[in-house]
C-alpha cells in the first residue's frame, strides 16, 4: 500500500483493542509531567487521531516507516497530526496540522499483501512547536496542552442528550457497530466522550481537525451534538426515502407476478391477452399499410423487439409510441391539387384584395403544374412585412386555392434545435420535431406549412434551430429529411413551404438564400377603405348579430378611424375599432334603443370618444429653416418636419430628436455641402466659425434613422443660413453626397402617399426613383406634381418661395 492510513478498519476488531488496552499499553499515568517532549513524527492523511483512541495505521511511506521504526526501537512514542491535502506525498510544515496527538506504539505488523500495520493509542494533545529534522524521519518539538475538565450540572445533561442523539444514530447507520454505543454509555469524562463520538462519525477532515484543536470539553461536546443531530436528520431521511422506494418495488414485483399469472390463466383459456393483442393489431396495421420499404423493415424490427418483452418492461411504452407515430404518418398519402388557375384566382380574390404580385406568383406555380406536372418544384417563398398586412391569411388561401392541407408552425420564440428536429429517443418523453407532427395532423405528405415569425428564431446552448431549417427549406436535400426521434427518412419534397417574417435583418444569409422574397407593404388608405368594404364590416356585422340591421359607414367615417384612431401598416387595430362600433351599436339593438344606420364621423366619435389621435395637416406659413421631409414608417408615409435654428457661438452643431448615426452623418454631410458653396450661396464663410447650430425634428421619443432626409436637410440649412422661407406646400426625399448629388432613397410610394394626405402638391424625389412612381395607383398620383431631380440646386430652384 503507498498511502498512509488512506483507508483503515476499525471494525470488527476495534471494540476488542479498545477494552484490552490496559494490556497491551503503557498506562497514561505513566508519571510524564514534561510539558515539552521531542518524539519522531507521522504526518497521516485523511484521519484525525484522538486521545484514549485505539486505531491501526497502515504505513506506505519511507519516512513514516522509519520514524515507526526509530520510535519502536527507542521504546519512544510518536506524534501524529493530519495532513490538510491528502494527495501532498511529500508534505512540509504548511502542509500539516499544528496540534495533533501523542499515540503510544502497541504492535507493529507485516501484513500478506507486503504492507506495514502499527495499532497505536492516542495520549494526549500536544502543539508541534519546531520540526527538528526531516530525514531520514521527521522528527519534532511539541508542548502539551492542558484541557479544561471542569464540570457541573449543565455539563451532565448535555453527556446524556449526546448519549441520547448517538443511540437514535447508531440505530440508523449500518456503518457504526451496536458495540460503539456499549462503549460510549461506559465514558464517564466529556471530553473522551466527545473525542469518541467524533471519531465515529463520517465527518470532513477540517471539522474532525476543529474538534481535536478545542480543549474546552463542554465545548466540544455541544459541537459533537451538533453533528449528530445533523447527522440523525440525514439518516432519517434516507431512511424514509429507502422505504418509500422498496414499498415502490414491492408493489411492482407484486403487479408484474400477478399479471403473469394472468398471462398463464388466459393461455389456459385459450384467451389473448391485451398486450399480445395490441401487438397482432400492429402487426396487421404493417401489412396492411403502404410504408417503404426502409421505413418496413424498421418498423417490424422494433415491433418484433416490443413482442419479445414482458408486458410491463419499461421499454414497451417506448417502442410502442414510436410505432404508433411511424404508422400514423402520410408517407404515401397526398391530396389532388387543384390545377385551374381561373378558379384559384377567384378564391384568392375572395380572400384577399390587392397583394397583386403574391397572387400572380401563386397563379404562375398552377400553370407550370399544369404543363410540367413531373417537374415543377413547389415555391418556397418568404412574405415580409409589417404586422397584420395578411401574410398569414394569405397562407391560407393559397392552401385553398391550391386544395392543399393547412398546417400553421408559429417560430416566434424556438431556440431548441430539437423543435424542428426532434429529440432522440434515448431521452424520457421524446417526441418528433414540429415538422413531423404538422405532417401527422396534416393528413398528406403535400401539405402547405405556414411557417410563421421566422425572423423571431432565437439559438443558445440547445442547439440553433436556423440552421436546422437549412435543411427542410433546401429542395435538394430536403427529400431525405431525418427527424431525430424517427431516425428515418422523410421526402418533404411535395411540401409547399411558406415563411413570414416582419423583417430580413435577423434571417441568417444561408436561410434566406433558400427562400423567395416577397415583401408585403403597408396598405394605403384608400385600400383600407376597400379591405373595410368587402371584408371587415361583412365579417364583423355577422359576428355582433347586425347582418340585417342595414348599418352602413360612410368614407369619412373610415378615413377618421384609420387617421385618428388607428396608426398602422396593416388592418388589425382597424378590424378592432369596426368591432367596437359594432358592440356599441349591438348593445342599443338589444336594450331596443335607437341607435344609428348611417355611421358618420361624429358617430364615430360619439360611440368611441375622443381620437387618441391628431390629424397631420399643412403648416400655416412659410418659414426660414424649417423643411417638409417624407420618411416612411412600419405604418406608412409620414411628414418629417427638419428645423434648424442659429445661434452666435463657436462652430458647434447639436442634433436632437433621437436621430439615429446614419442621419446624423447626413447632418454632417448637409452642413459640409453648405459650408462648400458658401460663396454661391453669398455667405461669409467666416459665419460658420461663429455660428452654432441646433437641428432638431419633432417627435422626439420617436426614433429616426435613414438616409432619405438629406436633401430636406440641406435644404432647411440653406434658408437658415440665407433668411429665405421655404415652402410649406412641398415635400422632398433622397439621399446627398459631399459634391451635391441626389441619390435613390427607399420607401417613395408611402412617402408620396403621405404627401398627398397632408394637402402638400408638389413632391421632390431621385431622379432614379421615377420607376417607383408607377407603384402608385394612377388614381392617386394625379394630384401629386412629381419634381425629378439629380443634383442640390435643381432642388434649391423648387424650394423656396419666390
Known sequence: MNDDNNEFSQYPNFWEEMDDTDDVLDPLDDGLEDDIIECAYLPLRDLVLYPQMVMPLFIGRDKSLAAVHAADNAGDRLIVSAQKDSDVHEPTAADLYEIGTEVSISKFLKMPDQSNSVLVQGRRRVRILEFLQWEPYIRVKAQVLAEDDSWDREMEALMRATVDFFEKVVALNRKIPDDAFAFAINIDEPGWLADFIASTLDADIKMRQSILENLNQSERLHRVSVLLARELDVLQLEEHIQTKVQDEVDKSQREHYLREQMRAIQGELGEIDV????????????????????????????????????????????IRTYLDWVLDLPWDNATEEMLDVAAAAKILDEDHFGLEKVKDRILEHIATLQLAPDRSRAPILCFVGPPGTGKTSMGRSIARALNREFARISLGG??????????????????????????RKAGTNNPLFMLDEIDKLSSDFRGDPASALLEVLDPEQNNTFADHYLDLDFDLSNVMFITTANSLDTIPRPLLDRMEVIDYRSYLEEEKIEICRSFLIPRQLELHGLKNAKLRFTDEALKILIRRYTWEAGVRSLEREIANVCRKIARRVAEKRRHPKRISPDQIIDLLGPPPLSERKIRDEDEIGVANGMAWTAAGGDVMYIEVNLMPGKGAMQLTGQLGDVMQESARAALTYTRSMADHFGLDPEVFEKTDIHIHVPDGAVPKDGPSAGVALASALISAFTGRPLRRDIGMTGEITLRGRVLPVGGIREKALAARRMGIKDFILPTRNETD??????????DLNFIKVDRVDQVLNNVFKS
Do not use: N, W
Open 275 to 318: 398486450f399480445s393483442q395490441e401487438t397482432e393489431e400492429l402487426r396487421e396495421l404493417l401489412t396492411t399499410k403502404k410504408l417503404p420499404e426502409e421505413v418496413l423493415k424498421k418498423a417490424q424490427k422494433e415491433l418484433s423487439r416490443l413482442a419479445s418483452m414482458p408486458s410491463m418492461a419499461p421499454e414497451v411504452g417506448v
Open 773 to 782: 412612381i408607377e407603384s402608385i395607383p394612377s388614381h392617386l398620383r394625379g
Open 414 to 439: 424556438v431556440r431548441d434545435e430539437a423543435e424542428i428536429r426532434g429529440h432522440r429517443r434515448t431521452y424520457i418523453g421524446a417526441l418528433p420535431g414540429r415538422i413531423i407532427q404538422a405532417l
